[in-house]
């Protein structure tokens, strides 16, 4: 994911976007190809860019953190009902556990760092949406249909 892709997104659909339209910040064009499926899709009927907190205690250092999830999603599906979502945006490479390597490197070191936050982050989140009855999804650059 590229650092210098970031910007304010402009929704076609302002209404359904909870929290303020005029400061929806996308951090990658990911996020923004997200930002414009959510606003534009004709089921999804609400969706916030980093509004809830949960919080996660570190396995780096030990303390609380706060996580934001990328979005909330609120949709409704082909029966009618509807179900919220956390959604995550994260290259594929940082979901999965490091491969483990002959001789520790700084890269790997910091790989193992990265896994062992967002794991962290992420059972919480699966956690607060169990306890609502929401999804926690984790969408990848395969998700997006982007190949490298």
Known sequence: MSKYHQGIFRPKNP???KGDPTKIFYRSRWELM???KLDEHPDVLEWSSEEIVILYRSPIDGRVHRYYPDFFMRRRDKDGKTKGFLIEVKPKAQTVPPKVQGKPTKRYINEVATWGVNSAKWKMAEQYCADRGWEFIKI????LG???
């Open 146 to 148: 982007l190949k490298f």
């Open 34 to 36: 997200v930002m414009s």
């Open 140 to 143: 990848t650059e395969d998700d």
């Open 15 to 17: 209404n359904k976007y």
